[in-house]
């Protein structure tokens, strides 16, 4: 299997920022880690090797990102207004220096975002924000409300509201979403959620398809038996969802 790691100093985040991207050809997944998890943690849970025959086929080509999490939402330490900021500068980091990578190293034309518990929120908003870019979305145990607290999972943003913090909330502003050219640009992703039945995120998932739906935004949803929210899980569910 192709292996590359890759690592360049950002001005967007004013840090070194790594990646590691698994194959050489075929669909390009832009993979976002769990909750405030690393690059290199989908390798060492084994889940890109549950991938690894999609991979070496050319089916597949992974790009493992890092996070800055406990720069932003998960950053106790600073004013919530600070953990938005973080997360938008984040956001531009992916648009405007790792995605021209994928155009680089990926000839396919066709780039997915997918991503596990936290992965989910960050693959579902950015192709919700930039659906033009992207011909699928893959969102596994994600939770699409940062600002709700869901049983132990408290709220990160401490009450606030303001456009930022709605613009980034999928379950915020899907619902009230008018533009008709937007829309379009969604109605032509394929997007997939998938949720355990006793996952805390389990309701979060079931209002998102919902939404989708009203807006005649087409969507597979996908409940699976008990938490199903560990690298035990997701390595069974990729290879099927990817």
Not at 223 to 234: F, Q, R
């Amino acid at each position: 299997m192709n292996r590359e790691y890759h690592k360049w100093f950002s001005h967007r985040l004013d840090r070194e920022m790594e990646l590691l991207i698994f194959g050489h050809k075929g669909r390009a997944v832009l993979f976002f880690p769990t909750r405030m998890a690393r690059f290199y943690d989908y390798e060492n849970w084994g889940i890109v090797n549950a991938l690894r025959e999609q991979i070496n086929r050319g089916v597949l080509q992974l790009f493992c990102i890092d996070s800055v999490d406990s720069e932003s939402f998960y950053n106790t330490a600073v004013h919530p207004g600070v953990r938005i900021a973080r997360h938008l500068q984040y956001e531009d980091y992916i648009i405007n220096e790792v995605i021209p990578l994928i155009y680089n190293k990926n000839g396919s034309g066709y780039i997915e975002t997918a991503g596990c518990s936290m992965g989910a929120y960050h693959a579902i908003n950015l192709a919700m924000k930039y659906p033009w870019l992207f011909n699928k979305a893959v969102g596994i145990s994600g939770r699409y409300d940062l600002t709700k607290t869901l049983g132990t999972f408290k709220d990160l943003l401490d009450g606030r509201h303001d456009k930022n913090v709605y613009f980034n909330m999928p379950a915020q502003y899907l619902p009230n979403l008018s533009d008709s050219s937007l829309l379009n640009a969604l109605r032509g992703l394929e997007l997939i959620l998938v949720i355990g039945e006793t996952d805390p995120f389990f309701q979060s998932n079931m209002e998102l398809r919902d939404t989708l739906r009203s807006k005649n935004i087409s969507n597979q949803c996908h409940v699976w038996g008990s938490y199903a929210h560990k690298p035990h899980y997701w390595r069974q569910m990729l290879p099927l969802y990817l």
